[in-house]
Every structure is written in structure tokens, then in C-alpha cells.
Nanobody, 116 residues
Framework: QVQLVESGGGLVQPGGSLRLSCAAS????????MGWYRQAPGKQRELVAR???????TYADSVKGRFTISRDNAKNTVYLQMNNLKPEDTAVYYC??????????WGQGTQVTVSS
């Protein structure tokens, strides 16, 4: 019923930039929250950033000042601009959608690798 498709991951050197995109399709309510989570091997999934349909944002302390989350409500798409990437940013990044219900929808994951 709801599908999230991610793109934009890749391999970059420290200090580089990437932009992730996530497009949602299906039965999308106008009021919702979309966000990005990441998970590295052996570590727990953690919130990177999220943004409500009203534009309210939340960032993990580790990415503040480097990452920017944005969205296009007309396209049901959320973006994550990642600048000044660090090796510790290496992880699989997952797009998330919650519509203020108990159900979370997830993208397929996209690999971000930061290495020299």
C-alpha cells in the first residue's frame, strides 16, 4: 500500500558530499513524518534526521551542522543533503515514513561509505 524508494548512496572520500532521496508512493496521508535512519554493522539503528509535513526538523547531535533534511510535500519526497562526510557516517541509510499510526514504513536501504 505504501512504498518508499531510496537513491543517492555511494562511496565518497572524507569531506565529500552526497544527497539522498526517498520517494513515497501509495496511500500517503497529508500529515506525516519522514526521516532517515542509519545502521552500521554491529550497531543499533539510529535516527539521523526527520521532518514533519509542517517542516519541523530533528537532527542527531552527530550530524548537526553537516546534514540538512528537506521535503517536497507535493512529490511525497524527502531528501538528505550530507556535507563534510566522515568515516563514522558509513552505514546503510533507511528512509522512514510514519503517519501518526503504529505502523512504520521503510525504504530498502542505501549504502553510504566514507573512506579514503
Amino acid at each position: 500500500q505504501v512504498q518508499l524508494v531510496e537513491s543517492g548512496g555511494g562511496l565518497v572520500q572524507p569531506g565529500g558530499s552526497l544527497r539522498l532521496s526517498c520517494a513515497a508512493s501509495g496511500s500517503i496521508f497529508s500529515i506525516n513524518v519522514m526521516g532517515w535512519y542509519r545502521q552500521a554493522p554491529g550497531k543499533q539503528r539510529e535516527l539521523v534526521a526527520r521532518i514533519s509535513s509542517g517542516g519541523t526538523t530533528t537532527y542527531a547531535d552527530s550530524v548537526k551542522g553537516r546534514f540538512t533534511i528537506s521535503r517536497d510535500n507535493a512529490k511525497n519526497t524527502v531528501y538528505l543533503q550530507m556535507n563534510n562526510l566522515k568515516p563514522e557516517d558509513t552505514a546503510v541509510y533507511y528512509c522512514n515514513l510514519n503517519q501518526y499510526t503504529s505502523v512504520d514504513y521503510w525504504g530498502q536501504g542505501t549504502q553510504v561509505t566514507v573512506s579514503s
